[in-house]
């Protein structure tokens, strides 16, 4: 199930990609001539291509319709996110008992082969030299009434060799597809993931190995782990961080009650970099390959904030024995650039002493200030069972 998104799998003894039967099923036969999938490694992590954009559409701008810019009432953001939909359909659906369990919506077939095809026509217009040989993934977005926003990765075969490329391209109701020259990401943008703990250090040494397998496989310089440790009893956590393989990594110790929101604070005051994105995340969470390349593809500086659903399992499970669900009110992972937690004046930390409700209320803000929150499943983001009981200085608890 939790494999990366995918339309083709390959054979490893031919080396030819073979359709998913899934996508078959949801989506009917593919047409190869155009919507050919290379699905690329670098989600997964194998080999990371250069990552490049060419521009061959007129430029335009994105001005998103279901975004407040005014004041927003406490608690009531989470009705003005919505939902993206993918393509190729991906592996976050799943089966609970004997009914379907939710997963990521898939772009119409229609649509996305309109969508390719105009790509491809202005592509070959462009006289750049090299071809359009493969898609590899696509998101959309709809702007009410419109147009729609899509994301776009595809290889492309130039002169010099394959590179990939991945931008955000608007299709408007008059079928006229544009690139959106406001809605820019940064490819080596640094990445911070902070965390608040107290007395998890078992988990913060899963936490390492997870990030130092990304790291291992991507090779990416690019991002660290920050923890914010509550003057933790059960372990020596800033002895686990210098005993990890990590390259990049800051320990913060804090003494007084555990403070969910003053921990994931003080990992923010801790980045200086403007222009540096800054994500906070749960413990108890496995991170996919893509994680931090996937953050920066949805992070963009003064337009978008990114908050992506986990798949919170049931006691016992795992992720190649299933049984939970996507959480979808939570907004406990969320990143934006660091300019952009200033602009929003952070998490309030008088308000919200503990756990609980900071993450709604970052969100409202968020929004008031006229960002838009991107909203997805990423396969493989993963939240293990885990009971509350003793922990951030509380007695026995609800188990989550």
Not at 58 to 80: D, I, W
Not at 346 to 355: E, P, Y
Request: aromatic share 12%; net charge negative; charged share 20%.
């Amino acid at each position: 199930m939790f494999q990366q998104a995918r339309l083709v799998s390959v054979n490893k003894t031919t080396g030819q990609y073979v359709e998913s039967p899934m996508a078959t099923a949801l989506l009917g036969p593919l047409p190869t001539s155009v919507l050919q999938s290379h699905r690329r490694t670098n989600f997964v992590g194998d080999t990371v291509y250069p990552i490049t954009q060419i521009n061959v559409l007129p430029p335009c701008e994105f001005k998103p319709e279901y975004v407040s810019k005014h004041y927003v009432a406490p608690y009531t953001g989470v009705s003005q996110v919505f939902e993206s939909t993918v393509y190729p359909p991906d592996d976050t659906w799943f089966r609970k008992g004997t009914e379907p369990g939710a997963g990521n919506s898939p772009v119409n077939q229609k649509i996305a082969l309109d969508v390719i095809t105009l790509y491809k026509k202005a592509f070959d217009e462009a006289k750049t030299g090299g071809e359009v040989v493969g898609l590899h993934y696509m998101e959309q977005t709809k702007n009410r009434d419109s147009g729609s926003r899509f994301l776009l990765e595809m290889d492309i075969m130039m002169t010099d060799g394959l590179v990939h490329t991945s931008e955000f391209v608007y299709l408007q109701n008059d079928n006229k597809l544009c690139h959106l020259s406001n809605l820019q990401w940064t490819p080596n943008a640094d990445v911070y993931l902070v965390v608040s703990l107290k007395n998890l250090g078992e988990w913060v040494k899963h936490l390492c190995y997870n990030l130092e397998d990304l790291y291992a496989q991507t090779h990416d310089d690019h991002f660290e782990l920050v923890v914010v440790d509550y003057d933790s009893q059960d372990t020596n956590v800033e002895s686990i961080m210098k005993n990890s393989a990590l390259k990049r990594w800051k320990y913060i110790k804090k003494t007084g009650p555990f403070s969910r929101s003053g921990g994931l604070q003080a990992g923010i005051d801790y980045v200086t970099d403007p222009n540096s994105i800054v994500m906070t995340i749960d413990m108890h969470l496995t991170l996919p390959m893509g994680f931090v390349e996937y953050t920066r593809r949805h992070v963009i500086q003064g337009k978008m904030g990114y908050a992506p659903m986990f798949f919170r399992l049931g006691a016992g499970y795992t992720e190649t024995n299933v049984n939970g669900f996507w959480e979808t009110l939570t907004y406990g992972v969320y990143g934006l650039y660091k300019s952009d937690w200033k602009a929003i004046g952070g998490f309030n930390v008088q308000l919200f002493t503990k756990w609980g409700g900071e993450d709604w209320d970052v969100l409202d803000r968020t929004l008031a200030k006229g960002y838009e929150v991107f909203r997805i499943r990423p396969p493989g983001l993963v939240h293990y069972y885990h009971t509350r009981d003793g922990l951030w200085n509380t007695a026995k608890s609800q188990s989550r």
